[in-house]
């Protein structure tokens, strides 16, 4: 299978809406980053996790290096939210990234 | 810091020419990757660098595609005899060796 699983592919959301993506990942990681990917094609860091949990205002992400996968939940949905979000996940610190296919997020007014 | 600078933004070649992609790190950043973007592969990694030697250049096609690392302010990406399928945007990332890489804005080739 492919080495990073990301679901779901497509997501639409009303503004004020909750929801989570998932990454599960084949192999043991020792990091994971997530990034939102803007209209121009920007790659945006949202999180760097080597372990545990992390917040960043309406975002939270986990990472389970041991169960292989990792979440990001965005609450109260933004427009301004929309765009792919990508999870890479690393096979050890400073190591190539191995991206998963993306989520496809349209947040509607 | 103005990120990690990527040049040219967009590049047009005709089949068979040479392209040659530029990147910038980030100043102090001791690790430098090259990652292509398509629509039907998604992003996939290409080479790597750290202290400017090439570490791990697994991702890069056998032939016609190089990388270097002069100096440790830019990294090269050379593709030779383009052809229509290296279309891509190529994206540039750099480190400090073992946390978070960030990412230029990449570099969008068009091979006609």
């Known amino acids: 299978g492919m080495p990073v699983e990301q679901n779901p592919p497509a997501l639409s959301l009303y503004e004020g809406a909750d929801s989570g993506l998932r990454c599960n990942f084949s192999?043991?990681?020792?990091?994971v980053q997530w990034f939102q990917q803007n209209h121009r094609g920007r790659l945006i860091t949202l999180f760097y996790?080597?372990?545990g949990t992390k917040e960043n205002g309406r975002l939270k992400s986990t990472f389970n290096s041991k169960e292989r996968y990792s979440t990001l939940h965005i609450k109260d949905a933004q427009l301004e939210d929309s765009g792919t979000y990508f999870c890479?996940?690393?096979?050890?610190?400073?190591?190539?990234?191995?991206f998963g296919t993306g989520t496809s997020l349209l947040v509607d007014p | 810091n103005a990120g990690v600078i990527q040049t040219p933004r967009h590049k047009v070649t005709g089949k068979g020419q040479e392209a040659t992609l530029w990147c910038e790190p980030i100043?102090?950043?001791?690790?430098v990757f090259w990652y292509r973007q398509t629509i039907v592969q998604g992003l996939e990694f290409l080479t790597y660098?750290?202290?400017?030697?090439?570490?791990?250049d697994s991702g890069m096609p056998k032939e016609r595609f190089s990388a270097q690392m002069p100096n440790q302010s830019h990294s090269t990406l050379k593709i030779q005899s383009t052809q229509p399928q290296d279309s891509a945007v190529y994206l540039c990332?750099?480190?400090?060796?073992?946390?978070?890489?960030?990412f230029g804005p990449g570099t969008r080739l068009t091979v006609l």
């Open positions: 990332a750099s480190s400090v060796t073992t946390y978070e890489q960030y």
């Open positions: 192999t043991t990681m020792k990091s």
């Open positions: 996790l080597a372990q």
């Open positions: 890479a996940g690393s096979r050890n610190m400073g190591y190539k990234l191995t």
């Open positions: 100043s102090g950043h001791s690790a």
């Open positions: 660098f750290r202290n400017q030697a090439p570490i791990d």
